[in-house]
């Protein structure tokens, strides 16, 4: 893994960990929204956590 996969991995993390968006930008050193958001794609257990409890708000 080089450094950008290493950064990336990184800051996908922290999204995934729901820290806040001002720590996020800290950390990633982007001034702009759009220059974070390509670290901003939850994996597949974030989803499943998420539309289980869109379900559950459902009922």
Same mark, same amino acid.
């Not at 759009?34 to 974030?46: L, M, W």
């Given at each position: ?15 995934e960990q729901c820290v806040s968006l001002p720590l996020f930008? *800290? ?6 929204? !759009?220059?974070? &958001? ?9 989803? *499943? ?6 379900? !559950?708000?459902? &009922?």
């Amino acid at each position: 893994m080089g450094p950008h996969e290493f950064r990336h991995f990184g800051l996908t993390h922290l999204v995934e960990q729901c820290v806040s968006l001002p720590l996020f930008m *800290a950390k990633s050193g982007h001034k702009p929204v !759009s220059g974070a &958001r390509k670290y901003i794609k939850p994996g597949a257990a974030v989803l *499943a956590e998420v539309t289980s409890l869109l379900a !559950s708000s459902d &009922r």
